[in-house]
């Protein structure tokens, strides 16, 4: 049995993995539990998420291990960590072997182990697990172990492989430049290999934000200076690869159609911005270095944590809250503004005659104001006189609800901004019940707008749920067609009420019809509408 989003149901899940264990066996209810695609309960998701997290904490540690400081210091926790990974990667592998005849890959060949221990992603796996063994009994040159650890990184394309044969299939007829679009924006046609890209980006954003961090320490640059430059040349050089072919393929987009307009206006798009400045640091560096001391541009490659916001629907919630209560929240700034000049100027004229370094001018009396009236107080400017600390005492006061009323309006519209979206997206799913239509890519929109609002699958089934239990309730013959097709308890509901209807007008009509100068009203009737009076009437 189906649900609402074309699923099947978690308790007939639940029932027929119990039916698999008891008529045909434990290996059956085991590949779905924990291989299988597409089944809602299992494992299968959570296992390929957590297989891989565990091969970046991989090369997470193989890059550590580099670190001649760290490999000495952390060696046992390092091999511990490495021992525990082999296991899990071990296991993993066992279970595929003696599940591979449940596997619908090799289920229908001769010998289906023999053919899973030649398919390629097999021999990937015992790659990434080799090294390991082969240093357990042979010598091997380490830097030749590390390198062949990075194998594990191939293990990511076993879940893209087959996402990208679906998508090649989805867009067969397509041109590459709107290939490229429905890979790098987010629509129907993309599907999970969009997501993938979107995980890859949002990766590379983070290893750059973090090895630049870490360039900024003298010690780790120092030690491993040489690979952050080559993390930093790696993932800017993905960043400009990006930002290129979306500029290319914009035109996709109706808001940017025209060739080189919409891409001006694309370039204006804060976004774009904001990709173009998490690359042009590295180039300005790598170009103009030996005319100009350009190493302070290295502190806004921190810029690139701003492409995060492209992939968080909070922030860009929150950036459409404030656009829409910005007229509110300027007030607020206004008076905010206001008072910090007034406190500043009365705290210069009380204070500069007994501190005149600390209170030396008013634009340093801003500095003393803002902190007092933000109720931070560091302590290394204060009013020594009476008079500076009453008015001290009063900023404190007024401040808490000075600057408290930005922050209020702010949650006040954050909170409407998420009632409205829940709102919508309930008529959403009324006018795609109503509709009575499959329409997947109505279906695959609906589903982002739950995404964002970070409602599940579940939640949304039962808002579908809902929503077709009060259709069903309403009066059939005020339902389109396509909806008592859709719906045939609603087609037998509207069939009863209509000869319950029809029985009533005979009844009503039958005495009248009966007299001889009604009687030729009958005869208006054709062939199909008599056989129907007269099967009502008894006839």
């Known amino acids: 049995m189906k649900d609402s989003l074309g699923k099947e149901s978690k308790y007939d899940e639940i029932d027929t993995r119990l039916v698999f264990a008891k008529k045909s066996g434990v290996k059956i209810w085991l590949y779905n539990w924990i291989f299988a695609q597409n089944i809602p309960g299992n494992i299968s998701g959570k296992l390929e998420g957590f297989i891989a997290i565990l091969i970046i904490c991989n090369v997470i540690a193989l890059f550590l291990e580099g670190i001649t400081v760290l490999e000495k210091a952390g060696k046992n926790y390092f091999d511990f960590f490495e021992a525990t990974s082999i296991c899990i990667f071990v296991v993993e592998l066992l279970l595929r072997f003696y599940l591979a005849p449940e596997d619908p ?34 010598t ?15 293990k990511f394309l076993r879940p893209v492989l087959p996402e990208i044969k679906k998508f090649q299939e989805r867009t067969k007829e397509n041109t590459l430049r709107e290939k490229i679009y429905f ?30 961090i870490l360039d900024s320490i003298e010690v780790v640059n120092y030690h491993v200076g040489r690979e952050l430059l080559i993390i930093d040349l790696i993932t800017v050089n993905v960043f400009a690869v990006e930002f290129f072919l979306k500029l290319y393929c914009c035109t996709e987009n109706p808001i940017y159609r025209q060739p080189i307009i919409g891409r001006v206006r694309y370039l204006k798009h804060p976004m774009t911005v904001v990709d173009f400045l998490a690359i042009l640091p590295f180039y300005l560096e790598a170009f103009f270095a030996h005319i100009l001391d350009l ?66 001018n008013i634009p340093q009396a801003i500095y003393w104001a803002v902190i007092t009236l933000a109720s931070v107080g560091y302590g290394d400017i204060a009013p020594v006189t009476p008079a500076g600390r009453v008015l001290a005492i009063i900023m404190s006061l007024l401040g808490v609800g000075i600057f408290a009323i930005p922050a209020a309006v702010l949650a006040s519209a954050f909170s409407e901004q998420l009632r409205q979206e829940r709102v919508e997206l ?24 739950a995404s964002r609002l970070k409602l599940d699958d579940d939640t949304l089934e039962k808002l579908i749920d809902q929503a077709t239990a009060r259709l069903k309730s309403q009066d059939p013959s005020r339902l389109n067609l396509s909806l008592i097709e859709k719906y045939p308890e609603i087609a037998f509901l509207s069939f009863r009420d209509n000869v319950s209807s029809l029985k009533k007008i005979s009844i009503l009509m039958e005495t009248s019809l009966s007299q001889p100068e009604n009687l030729k009203l009958k005869e208006n009737l054709n062939e199909i509408e008599k056989k129907i009076w007269d099967v009502i009437t008894k006839k």
């Open 426 to 449: 309930e008529l959403r799913v009324n006018d795609y019940v109503k509709s009575g239509k499959d329409d997947s890519i109505i279906l695959e929109e609906i589903r982002q707008l």
């Open 295 to 360: 190493r302070f541009l290295r502190v806004f490659r921190l810029l690139r944590l701003l492409k995060l916001t492209k992939y968080s629907q909070s922030t860009q919630a929150l950036v459409s809250v404030i656009a829409k209560e910005w007229p509110v929240m300027a007030g607020g700034f206004f008076v905010m503004l206001l008072l910090v000049i007034l406190a500043a100027s009365l705290g210069y004229l009380l204070e500069h005659g007994t501190q005149p370094d600390k209170f030396e």
């Open 140 to 154: 091997i040159d380490l830097r030749i172990l590390r390198l062949m650890r990075l194998i594990r990184v191939l």
């Open 183 to 212: 890979l790098t924006y987010p629509t129907s046609e993309g599907g999970r290999l969009h997501q993938y890209y979107d995980y890859l980006i949002i990766i590379m954003i983070l290893v750059s934000v973090v090895s630049t």
């Open 105 to 138: 890959e090799f289920k229908q060949k001769t010998n289906p182990r023999l053919r899973f221990l030649s398919s390629p992603f097999t021999i990937i796996d015992i790659l990434a697990i080799l090294p390991y063994f082969l240093s357990a009994i042979l």
